[in-house]
């Protein structure tokens, strides 16, 4: 073999394995409402859990089964099977939650008629100075829908960007942040508190509201509370079969019409088994509830 083709090979070689799992994430950028995004690198990975149909060929790629085992509980069957999934734009991450602050001026400025109610948001804000700094809930899907055309319909000439709800596929990738196993951390449970707020160091503790945002340590690509505090809208409609029967390999997004939206990322008061990368919620997107909150993404259109 020539050295020119060894050469040749290594160069693919590599460009494959960071292609597949990214861990370099840099540049950040603040928006006029204060909002960090973190820039997310285009790639592939593996999506969702191993069910027990999985192929042979697959199964492979399928971390963290003891994690089930030890739970005595089955994979549920919306998250099989595992599967590849290529993501081709580069996009950039909220790196926190959306927060109360950022949500009353959208309602001050926009929709005071919208959103949660003035005497719900009375009552989460009332006697606490942090407060802003919690993460907005009591948002449905379409209020969040609100809140992003608002964006992007004020935001200043210079800010080139889109912003819009994640898709399922781009959330999961960035809470695996380059990651093959439950968790970001790994597949033990045990070191979920360093990272996220729910059952166990909340909820079970009769603290019965999520925290402020930003308080636990991020995940490999800087990006807080992506497991627990409160769960977050993305874009896609909700099919418990979704991966088995419609679904594409290359960005995909469920767009069929449906009452039901899909939340991701567990919250304050979900046990660790509902706080894993993989695992799919879902409520009517009409719903208002003390645990559901979004995050944004922000597109970078060509120029």
């Known amino acids: ?40 690198p285009q790639g592939s990975f593996f999506m969702g859990s191993c069910g027990p149909g999985q192929s042979k ?7 963290g089964s003891g994690f089930f085992i030890k739970h005595r509980i089955s994979v549920p069957a919306d998250e099989t099977p595992r599967h590849e999934v290529r993501l081709t734009k580069m996009i950039q991450v909220g790196v926190f939650e959306v927060t109360v602050a950022q949500f009353e ?59 819009r709800l994640p898709t399922e596929a781009e959330w999961e990738y960035a809470a695996r942040a380059g990651t093959d196993t439950i968790f970001f951390f790994g597949n033990d449970a045990s070191k979920l508190g360093k990272f996220a707020w729910y059952a166990d160091n909340n909820w079970k503790k009769k603290i019965l509201m999520p925290h402020k945002v930003g308080e636990c340590e991020p995940n490999p690509w800087g990006i807080y509370d992506m497991y627990g505090n409160v769960g977050e809208w993305v874009q896609d409609s909700y099919d418990e079969s979704f ?58 259109l060509p120029q």
């Open 57 to 63: 060929s697959s199964r492979k790629s399928c971390p």
């Open 1 to 40: 073999m020539s050295n020119n083709l060894r050469f040749t090979i290594m160069m693919l070689a590599t460009f494959f394995c960071f292609s597949l799992v990214n861990k370099s994430v840099a540049g950040e950028y603040i928006n006029f409402l204060g909002m960090k995004f973190v820039d997310i």
């Open 243 to 300: 991966y088995k029967t419609k679904y594409s390999h290359e960005n995909p997004v469920n767009e069929t019409k449906s009452v039901f939206r899909v939340i991701r990322g567990g919250a304050w008061n979900f046990d660790d088994m509902y706080c894993r990368s993989a695992v799919r919620s879902s409520y009517p997107a009409s719903q208002k509830s003390s645990f559901i909150g979004f995050r944004v993404v922000r597109e970078l």
């Open 105 to 163: 001026e959208f309602l001050q400025k926009k929709h005071s008629d919208l959103g949660p109610s003035k005497h719900i948001f009375t009552i989460i804000n009332a006697g606490d100075k942090d407060s802003k700094a919690l993460p907005v809930r009591y948002v449905s899907w379409h209020d969040a829908q609100r809140f992003i055309a608002w964006i992007n319909a004020d935001k200043p000439a210079d800010d080139k960007g889109l912003y």
